[in-house]
């Protein structure tokens, strides 16, 4: 598994390289590594602070607001589409607060894509079921202690399967970690812009909750142990004055692959949702595939294994 992966990042042009035993342990000299232990090492990989860049994103628009191509509307959520004349020709939507036109409209509303598609098509005959669910995560951050000192971002194997829920694949001689009712976790081990570490991550099926289950933390905790030895000997109550937890409702998609397209029946409705836990990382180039297909654009991507179409009808 380890080698298709590098294949496939070297094909991609991409640095790679897999790492075994003492080549590793020269990389991570805390992480615990079996004479089967290996790694794909991806030098020049990096990871977004998820407030810093969508901050970063946000200041960046409202350079843009001088020009009236740019603004911002909190707290003022849609209610309708606006329609031209009899035909479903969108031509803007109506707030709660504002009535705002424009050439396309995009629904980019993550776990939430699918409820609010469904209350803007009520009153039509346009039948539409956006399959995005609600996937809950949580991030263990360790705030002002440093109980182990990492040189790279690391996760095991089994993070980067998207299909798998309940059995993952580890770099360790131990069974798959299933936590029961559809609960996974696999260890990710970061350190934030900040220098703070953060631990993870889990994948559950729950609804919209965003309550913080203790149950869930013991296990990151505990699965964190399995690939650094030196956690195995604190308590994870050691640390619970700098400690925070992070939970987010990831959008799900069933086939791994985010729906980027026009709404069949709407051709100027447009959705972006189901990136899962790559929202931010995909961000920008999804917004390029929705402005090649809003201006009519060839682009250079292929749209159609992202279509609404066949996926959502």
Same mark, same amino acid.
């Given at each position: 598994m380890l080698k298709r992966? $590098? &294949?496939?990042?070297?094909?991609?042009?991409?640095?790679?390289?897999? @790492?075994?035993? +003492? =080549?590793?342990?020269?990389?991570?000299?805390?992480?615990?590594? !079996?004479?089967? !232990?290996?790694?794909?090492?991806?030098? =020049?990989?990096?990871?977004? =602070?998820?407030?810093?860049?969508?901050?970063?994103?946000?200041?960046?628009?409202?350079?843009?607001? +001088? &020009?009236?191509?740019?603004?911002?509307?909190?707290? =003022?959520?849609?209610?309708?589409? @606006?329609?031209?004349?009899?035909?479903?020709? $969108?031509?803007?939507?109506?707030?709660?607060?504002?009535?705002?036109?424009? &050439?396309?409209i995009v629904v980019a509303a993550g776990s939430w894509s699918g409820s609010l598609m469904h209350d803007l098509l009520r009153d039509s005959d346009i039948l539409l079921d956006v399959p995005v669910k609600p996937r809950k995560g949580h991030l263990l951050v360790l705030e002002n202690v440093m109980p182990l000192k990492l040189n790279h971002g690391l996760m095991e194997m089994g993070y980067v399967d998207h299909q798998t829920v309940n059995r993952l694949?580890?770099? +360790?001689?131990?069974?798959?970690?299933?936590? !029961?009712?559809? @609960?996974? $976790?696999?260890?990710t081990a970061t350190l934030d812009a900040m220098g703070n570490l953060v631990l993870g991550s889990s994948r559950q099926f729950v609804g919209f909750s965003s309550e913080v289950d203790e149950s869930t933390i013991n296990h990151i905790w505990t699965r964190a142990g399995e690939f650094f030895p030196k956690l195995r000997d604190l308590p994870l109550s050691h640390f619970s004055k700098g400690r925070k937890v992070r939970i987010g409702l990831r959008p799900y998609m069933f086939d791994g692959k985010p729906i980027i397209g026009s709404v069949p029946g709407l051709p100027n409705v447009f959705l972006a949702t189901g990136h899962e836990g790559e929202g931010l990382t995909l961000a920008l180039g999804t917004a390029e595939m929705v402005a090649d297909m809003v201006l009519g654009n060839p682009g250079t991507i292929d749209h159609a294994p992202f279509a609404v179409h066949g996926r959502c009808c």
């Open positions: 992966r $590098v &294949k496939q990042l070297s094909e991609a042009g991409l640095q790679a390289e897999c @790492l075994y035993s +003492s =080549d590793l342990l020269l990389e991570e000299p805390e992480l615990a590594v !079996g004479e089967d !232990g290996g790694a794909a090492f991806v030098p =020049d990989d990096c990871q977004f =602070d998820a407030q810093r860049t969508a901050s970063f994103i946000e200041k960046a628009n409202r350079h843009f607001a +001088s &020009k009236g191509r740019y603004a911002e509307f909190y707290n =003022d959520p849609v209610n309708c589409l @606006l329609r031209s004349g009899s035909s479903w020709e $969108v031509e803007g939507v109506q707030t709660s607060k504002n009535t705002l036109y424009s &050439k396309a694949a580890t770099i +360790s001689a131990s069974e798959p970690h299933d936590c !029961g009712q559809d @609960l996974s $976790v696999s260890m």
